[in-house]
């Protein structure tokens, strides 16, 4: 039989026409198994429940092993102040139970919320820590003015302002970068924030939590695309300015002192640290065992907040301070890897901003132990004894577990970014 060219043609469409129906066909079934995939994803524990998992535990496990070293470090101090063994590690017991709920209170609460606060709780901060340096308001302790109330109900302004600043400048940040901002119009608003609230804290004097929020500051502002060289010269600058403080007050130089030589001011401003260092050195490799450490009998003070690295490093020796070392920089990683997750901006950066927060305390709060770096007297994440920075602290890891569990979630402002630009990008 001849074909012809009108014949072919018909063949060609009457195939096509038969193919169509199977086409359909596959790719229905590669959307069912899409849709198997997703569904047996959603059963199965994936990576961000594994993170979300992963950060509750450690954190869980700093807590209970920070009672134990409040408990270890405080009895006799406890005993000459309260006349019981148990006082200061009953009312750090209270405070972790309240951390543990607002832990839980803020991981099940939606990005949105936060987002929405940011400003009215900067604002509120900035008050409290103004109220802080009035007389008869704020409550001195040390010879720093940092607390605000009366009997237990006293908090320290200064642990909210760290949260107030991660949430103030992910939020900023987030907002100007996606409409389109340059960078400066960005640096402007944080710089100036930045530095009311350091001065704010540093008038307390409390130079410590100053450098933690500078660095929360700093460290967002990268990561939210402003250039490596401008962010190191208003670190730069920031630096300099907490040097000359440092230099001006009578108190700074003693600390100073203090740090350059410790031993040769071993019964005034070094006092602290030598007795950091016996009671560090004295716990050798595997340490002296658990309420072993002669430290907790009043020659090293403040034992059971700013020093309880020190009581560690005794107890369990090398090893145990490499342990709590390496337990925060595996919170460092996890939080690293829940911000690379978060697929919304503000979520991204709040992750890094308390990622941060946490790992430059630890490191800050050790190297003054260690007398690598001046003593600032600030507490060590979780395991210090204190109710303002635990409290906060848990809250603040609390929204950390809620952005790792839930990766995908998005604010109001980037859903309407989004919609935004699919309708731009269809011509409408």
Not at 31 to 50: D, H
Not at 99 to 126: D, E, H, I, N, Y
Not at 215 to 222: F, K, P, T
Not at 260 to 266: E, I
């Amino acid at each position: 039989m001849t074909l012809t060219t009108g014949t072919i043609e018909q063949r060609v469409r009457r195939g096509a026409r038969n193919d169509r129906p199977s086409l359909r066909v596959v790719r229905g079934e590669q959307t069912q198994a899409r849709r198997k995939q997703t569904t047996r994803a959603e059963a199965t524990p994936g990576a961000p429940s594994r993170d979300a998992l992963a950060l509750a535990a450690v954190v869980a496990a700093f807590c209970a092993f920070g009672l134990v070293m409040v408990l270890s470090s405080s009895s006799v101090a406890s005993i000459s102040s309260y006349g019981s063994p148990w006082s200061v590690v009953e009312r750090q017991v209270l405070w972790t139970v309240v951390g543990g709920f607002a832990f839980v209170v803020t991981a099940k609460m939606s990005l949105q919320f936060w987002r929405r606060v940011a400003v009215p709780l900067l604002v509120s901060t900035a008050g409290l820590l103004f109220a802080v340096l009035v007389p008869h308001i704020g409550k001195v302790a040390g010879g720093s003015s940092r607390w605000i109330g009366f009997g237990l109900l006293r908090v320290q302004p200064s642990e909210f302002a760290k949260l107030a600043v991660v949430l103030f400048v992910a939020d900023l940040v987030a907002r100007r970068k996606r409409s389109g901002g340059e960078p400066v119009e960005v640096v402007r608003p944080v710089v100036i924030v930045l530095a009311a609230l350091a001065i704010l804290i540093v008038r307390q004097p409390d130079l410590g939590t100053a450098a933690v929020v500078v660095c929360i500051g700093a460290v967002l502002l990268y990561a939210g695309g402003v250039p490596l060289k401008k962010v190191a010269t208003l670190a730069a600058i920031f630096g300099t300015l907490g040097g000359a403080f440092l230099l001006v007050e009578p108190y700074g130089r003693a600390r100073i002192a203090g740090f350059l030589d410790p031993f040769g001011h071993a019964s005034t401003s070094g006092y602290q640290v030598v007795q950091s260092l016996v009671t560090l050195g004295s716990g050798h490799v595997l340490g002296t065992g658990l309420g072993g450490s002669s430290a907790a009998w009043g020659f090293l003070p403040n034992a059971s907040n700013d020093f309880i690295f020190a009581i560690v490093g005794n107890n369990f020796g090398l090893v145990g301070a490499l342990g709590v070392l390496l337990g925060f920089l595996a919170l460092g990683w996890l939080g690293i890897r829940v911000a690379a997750r978060a697929q919304d901006r503000f979520a991204s950066l709040v992750a890094t901003g308390i990622t941060t927060w946490v790992v430059v305390q630890a490191l800050i709060n050790m190297g003054g132990v260690t007398g690598a770096v001046p003593e600032t007297g600030i507490p060590l994440p979780f395991l210090s004894s204190g109710g303002s920075s635990l409290v906060v602290l848990l809250a603040a890891t609390g929204i950390l577990v809620r952005i790792a569990r839930h990766p995908d979630e998005k604010t109001r402002t980037t859903l309407e970014h989004d919609r935004l630009r699919r309708r731009a990008a269809a011509g409408r």
